[in-house]
């Protein structure tokens, strides 16, 4: 792990994130000031859930995966982060990690000490509604992948996923390439790697083709029948 400086083009992820794009530049500055960065390389873990930790945590580069381990020591993905994305922000009031997190690629890493967050939010009501309104976006993330996981399928999840990518005025075919590896879609989507593949097997019935990262739809109709 490597201990850097912001950069410019760190300023401007962090200025356009969710939490801090509304609020004044002059209080995002007091925010940042002292802001450590740190490297990590692929499967590196940041924290275990349970950890006792005092820093809230922004993606400046990479993929963050948060994930839960169970009694048989299996785990579960509660969300997989990229640029721009504040996690950790449960250590400012609960003081541990609710899951653990892991590089799913090299990342960079902002870390802001969450004592100091904490006595800003107390003071400034602009900081508590930035709060209040990423809490709420988070618990939306959650609603969603509970529904996901009660309502559809892993083959109509991932044809939603798919379906998310197409642009804008497309009537069938189109293509693009995945922003990570399939298991860490896997993971997002909340099916195992082998239910990923099945998916995908099924879902060339209906045009999808998937050639290592690169997904093919041939047939936009025949997939939103999922």
Partial sequence: METLQLTSSDWTTLLGSRFF???PRSTVEAILEETRLSTYEE???LFHQGDSIGDVFFVLSGLIRLYRVGKDRREADV???SKGEMFAENAIYLGRATASAEAAEASVIARID???LRKIAAADPDVAQAFIEHLCHRGKMTEDMLAQDR???A???VASYILSHCPNGTNTSFSFRLPFQKNILAG???VAPEALSRAFSTLRQSGVIVKGRMI???DRHALERF
């Fill in 21 to 23: 794009v509304r609020l």
């Fill in 43 to 45: 499967h590196d873990v």
């Fill in 79 to 81: 969300a997989v982060l």
């Fill in 114 to 116: 969450s004592s100091k």
């Fill in 151 to 153: 309502l559809l399928t």
């Fill in 155 to 157: 083959t109509q999840r």
């Fill in 188 to 190: 997002k989507l909340g």
């Fill in 216 to 218: 093919e739809i041939h």
